[in-house]
């Protein structure tokens, strides 16, 4: 209701028998609370101010109102909407996020998550299985799946920017590695994925020819030059898989010489 003489709008909860008095309008409802069940959730726009579980309100007794802002509930008792508040769409299921999928997130305020401050603009992934928690903070971007990383292949990838991977190692941006580890890999947020590599078969009759882009200790512990070419034969292993800083230069056959 709303009084024509402060133009002071009012909630009266039920169950009651309301009278109008004359100075008042009815302006909305009656109408049914809104019931969030278990593993749903619903946004409110413009949520009531509260201070220890008190709704607040001006010295007039207006409603003090969170102006343009959101708020996600979830679970609880019927609740009724203050004069001002909305439910923006429709109270919703949880998002269950399934094995080797994950949620693309993108900050567009400021908070901290488990002691780490998260700035708006940061993007990172919420890893299945699980049921994410939506936050006002935060908006789903997209759904990635994970990549499949079938026996004698690899994963080529490229660092977006600098962070820190999930083996714990520091990546510059633009620096590339390989990821050798068969099954599902789901990409993070600052890695991009250049190109899977499939591996070589090696046999006593044939060999691979490799020249090195820049110096560094192969998959075998031997440190290369930039420059150095040499051979891995079925000796070294039965399939080989060229390193980021390995150039294939083509396979060789061997010829067996006897006496």
């Known amino acids: 209701t709303q009084s024509t003489g402060t133009n002071v709008a009012r909630l009266e909860v039920g169950?009651?028998?309301?009278?109008?008095k004359d100075h008042e309008v009815v302006v909305f409802g009656p109408d049914a609370m809104i019931m969030?069940?278990?593993?749903?959730?619903?946004?409110?726009?413009?949520?009531?101010?509260?201070?220890?579980?008190?709704v607040q309100t001006e010295k007039s007794g207006q409603i003090r109102l969170k102006h343009g802002d959101e708020e996600i509930r979830f679970q609880q008792d019927p609740f009724p909407l203050y004069p001002g508040e909305k439910l923006y769409g429709k109270v919703s299921p949880l998002q269950v996020?399934?094995?080797?999928?994950?949620?693309?997130?993108?900050?567009?305020?400021?908070?901290i998550l488990d002691d780490e401050?998260?700035?708006?603009?940061?993007?990172?992934?919420?890893?299945?299985?699980?049921?994410?928690?939506?936050?006002?903070?935060?908006?789903?971007?997209?759904?990635?799946k994970a990549i499949i990383v079938k026996p004698n292949q690899a994963l080529r990838l490229r660092a977006k920017k600098f962070f820190t991977d999930k083996r714990g190692l520091n990546r510059k941006a633009g620096e590339e590695w390989l990821v050798l580890e068969s099954?599902?890999?789901?990409?993070?947020?600052?890695?991009?994925?250049?190109?899977?590599?499939?591996?070589?078969?090696?046999?006593?009759?044939?060999?691979?020819?490799?020249?090195?882009?820049n110096?560094?200790?192969?998959?075998?512990?031997k440190t290369r030059k930039a420059g150095e070419q040499w051979l891995?034969?079925?000796?070294?292993?039965?399939?080989?898989?060229?390193?980021?800083?390995e150039k294939v230069i083509g396979e060789v056959k061997i010829t067996t010489l006897s006496s």
Do not use: C, M, W
């Not at 998260?118 to 939506?134: C, H």
């Not at 947020?189 to 070589?200: G, K, L």
């Not at 110096?215 to 512990?221: A, E, P, Y």
């Open 36 to 54: 969030i069940p278990p593993r749903h959730y619903a946004i409110i726009s413009n949520p009531v101010i509260k201070s220890e579980g008190i």
């Open 215 to 221: 110096t560094f200790t192969d998959v075998f512990g």
């Open 97 to 111: 996020v399934a094995p080797n999928t994950a949620l693309r997130l993108r900050v567009i305020r400021n908070f």
């Open 15 to 20: 169950p009651q028998t309301f009278t109008r």
């Open 183 to 213: 099954g599902g890999y789901l990409p993070d947020v600052n890695e991009e994925v250049v190109q899977t590599i499939e591996a070589y078969i090696l046999t006593d009759k044939k060999a691979l020819h490799l020249e090195s882009t």
């Open 232 to 245: 891995v034969t079925h000796d070294d292993a039965e399939t080989h898989i060229p390193d980021v800083y």
């Open 117 to 144: 401050t998260r700035n708006a603009g940061d993007e990172y992934l919420f890893e299945g299985p699980g049921t994410y928690i939506p936050r006002v903070e935060v908006q789903v971007v997209e759904i990635v």
